[in-house]
C-alpha cells in the first residue's frame, strides 16, 4: 500500500489530546514525513485537513492557540463547524497565523437558504473556503422517497445559486445514509438524484457503521463526487480502535477514492478521547 497506506497505519496514531500538547518540527515531522514519502510512491499528494469537531473543547477556550497547534503538528488544512461567534475575518487571521486553509464549513441546509444563504457565503468568502457541506438532514429524509426526492432538488438548487461565487455544496453522511429504498442504497439515490456538482463528503467510519457496506465501492460507484473524504477508523471489535488498527481495508479505500473518487482533501476526523 506504499507510504501514505503507512501514514492511516502507523502503530500508535496520536490522539486528539496528544497532537494538542505536542508540537513543532517534532510533531509535523512525523505526519509529513510519510506524506513526502508517498509523493516518490506514486500517491498523489492531497492534502490533509482535520474536522475541528475533534477539538470542539479547545477551540471554546481558545481558538488561536488550537489552531496553531494543529499547523505546528503539519495538517494543512482544517474543517470548520462552529464559528464560535467569530467573523470569517477573525477566522482568516487565525488560519493565516497559524499556516492553515479551510477545507470544508459544515452548515444545516437551512443556512445555504433563502435569507441564511447571504451571510454564509460571507462568512466561506471571508475565510478562503469554497466547500459549503451539509451536516445531516430531518430523520424522515432517510426513508421516504419522496422527501429524498425534494431534498435532493432543494440541494442541487443551492448548487446552482452558489456556482456564482465559485463555490461548492456537499452533503456529509451518516450511518442511515445507507439505509435502502427499493433495494438500493439512499447514498446512490442522493447522488444519481442531486447535480453532479454536489460533493458527496464521504465518512469511512460513519458508513462502515452499516452491516454490508464497503466504502471503496461507493467511491467508485459515484465516480468524481468524493471531493473532499472523511478518513474516521471503524471496528466492531474495538470502537476506540485508532487509524490502522481498525477493520478498514485503507489501502483499497485510498486507492478509489484517488483513482476515481475524485478526492481533493483528506480530512481526518477522530471522535473519542
Not at 466561506?124 to 426513508?143: C, D, E, H, K, M
Request: hydrophobic residues 40%.
Amino acid at each position: 500500500h506504499g507510504a501514505k497506506g503507512d501514514f492511516f497505519m502507523s502503530a500508535r496514531p496520536l490522539t486528539r489530546r496528544d497532537t494538542l500538547k505536542l508540537g513543532g518540527a517534532a510533531a509535523a515531522s512525523m505526519l509529513l514525513a510519510p506524506v513526502t514519502r508517498a509523493m516518490a510512491a506514486g500517491w498523489k499528494p492531497i492534502p490533509i485537513g482535520t474536522q475541528l469537531w475533534c477539538v470542539r473543547l479547545q477551540l471554546a477556550k481558545d481558538i488561536p492557540g488550537t489552531l496553531q497547534a494543529l499547523g505546528g503538528l503539519g495538517y494543512q488544512g482544517v474543517e470548520l463547524e462552529n464559528a464560535f461567534g467569530k467573523s470569517g475575518v477573525e477566522w482568516k487571521s487565525y488560519l493565516d497565523a497559524a499556516k492553515l486553509k479551510a477545507c470544508g464549513f459544515h452548515h444545516t441546509l437551512s443556512e445555504l437558504q433563502g435569507d441564511k444563504l447571504a451571510a454564509s457565503v460571507e462568512f466561506n468568502q471571508a475565510v478562503g473556503n469554497r466547500n459549503l457541506i451539509i451536516r445531516s438532514l430531518q430523520p424522515a429524509v432517510y426513508t421516504s422517497a419522496d422527501r429524498l426526492k425534494k431534498t435532493a432538488d432543494e440541494i442541487s438548487a443551492v448548487a446552482e445559486r452558489l456556482k456564482a461565487h465559485e463555490m461548492r455544496v456537499g452533503y456529509h453522511n451518516h450511518t442511515t445514509d445507507f439505509n435502502r429504498i427499493d433495494g438500493e442504497f439512499w447514498w446512490n439515490r442522493f447522488a444519481d438524484l442531486t447535480s453532479k456538482d454536489v460533493i458527496l463528503q464521504f465518512d469511512t467510519g460513519n458508513a462502515s457503521e452499516m452491516e454490508g457496506v464497503t466504502p471503496q465501492s461507493f467511491l467508485t460507484r459515484n465516480a468524481g463526487r468524493t471531493v473532499t473524504m472523511h478518513v474516521k477508523p471503524f471496528s466492531r471489535k474495538d470502537p476506540n480502535a485508532y487509524l490502522g488498527a481498525d477493520d478498514l481495508d485503507w489501502p483499497a479505500i485510498l486507492k478509489a477514492a484517488e483513482g476515481t473518487g475524485g478526492v481533493e482533501w483528506y480530512i481526518i476526523e477522530y471522535e473519542k478521547e
